[in-house]
């Protein structure tokens, strides 16, 4: 391990095999969210030294891929290669190895390197954030789990917000493993949305059926949307206030003479969820310890 300091973590990884003591903050994120379940195919981001592929293989017994630009020493029964995860041929790999439905569940615990400037660090952060995000979008599976460590910043919220455009639950979460001096925190993504349309978008529709509840139906791109206090035959302009997995539900803005042309509207709204920015957003006052199933990142001063 790169980071000479000694402490509790640090010594348990030593004690229980695992390759750094970031291992501790996925099992406390397992503990926590539940994100790997038995069989899944896990892929995990800027895996080097390994410490996270261990975890991941214990808590799946499923198939485990890691990709980093560093090499990987061998982890028994689990995959590793030397890539880029911007590169297309990388992403052509992983999705080889994880068959066409793709990953259950993709995992970047990655950090750039750091030159000791807070913003300029933060912004670097981010921008490797956004790689894995993008990276997750292509090879993980309709209803996948996307978790990535983040540092807090100015521009932290707004990937927060990009993230919870394209999942159906979002949150963020420090582990206790997490050190008390760094900015770390963790965006827990689950049910990646595959659907056509965003919350927050605005439609033109024609109201085609009606449902059980007696909600009109319409649909954008054959996708279903329940839209309240409608009748057949309404055209109407709707506000998406909720995309599930396989149905949306909207919100009449107004009645229609007709439908327009691109029933698209050019500004949709995005609804930006409002998030505290402390590290402490979500601490876990009691973890597991141990062997109940890589942080070696050292922060910048912010002075």
Same mark, same amino acid.
């Given at each position: 391990m790169?980071?000479?300091q ?5 010594d ?12 501790y ?33 214990e ?28 590169a ?24 750039p ?20 995000f993008?990276?997750?979008?292509? +090879?993980? #599976?309709p @209803?996948?789990?996307? =978790?990535?460590?983040? *540092? ?8 927060? &917000? ?14 206790q ?10 965006i ?13 978008q ?8 009606l ?22 035959g309404? +055209?109407? #302009?709707? @506000?998406?206030?909720? =995309?599930?997995?396989? *149905? ?8 229609? &003479? ?15 969820t409002q ?20 942080d ?7 002075e």
């Open positions: 790169a980071r000479n000694k402490d509790y973590y640090y348990l990884a030593q004690k229980e095999g695992y390759r750094s003591r970031a291992s903050k996925l099992k406390q994120i397992q503990h926590h969210s539940n994100i790997i379940n038995r069989g899944n195919t896990i892929v995990d981001l800027g895996a080097a030294p390994g410490g996270w592929l261990q975890v991941a293989k808590l799946s017994g499923g198939r485990v891929f890691g990709v980093d630009l560093q090499k990987i020493e061998e982890i028994p029964r689990v995959t590793t290669i030397k890539g880029d995860i911007t297309d041929s990388t992403i052509e790999k992983i999705l080889e190895f994880a068959g066409k439905g793709g990953a259950d569940v993709v995992l970047c615990d990655a950090a390197n750091l030159t000791g400037n807070w913003a300029l660090d933060h912004a670097r952060g981010i921008e490797l954030n956004r790689a894995a993008e990276c997750a979008k292509k +090879i993980l #599976k @209803k996948g789990t996307f =978790v990535v460590k983040v *540092f807090q910043g100015d521009m932290f919220k707004d990937f927060f &917000d990009d993230v919870t455009s394209e999942f159906v639950h979002v949150r963020a979460y420090t582990p493993a997490s050190r008390s001096t760094s900015a770390e925190i963790y827990i993504a689950k049910k990646f949305l595959t659907a056509p349309i965003r919350k927050g605005i439609y033109a529709a024609e109201i085609k059926e449902g059980a509840s007696g909600d009109g139906i319409a649909y954008i791109d054959d996708f279903v949307l329940f839209v309240k206090e409608t009748e057949i309404d +055209i109407v #302009k709707i @506000k998406i206030k909720d =995309v599930k997995p396989n *149905f949306g539900f909207a919100e009449v803005v107004e009645k229609l &003479d007709a439908l327009p042309e691109n029933p698209k509207y050019d500004n949709p709204i995005q609804q930006r998030i505290p920015l402390s590290a402490d957003y979500e601490k876990e006052e009691n973890p597991p310890r141990g062997n109940v199933s890589r070696n990142y050292r922060p910048p001063n912010k």
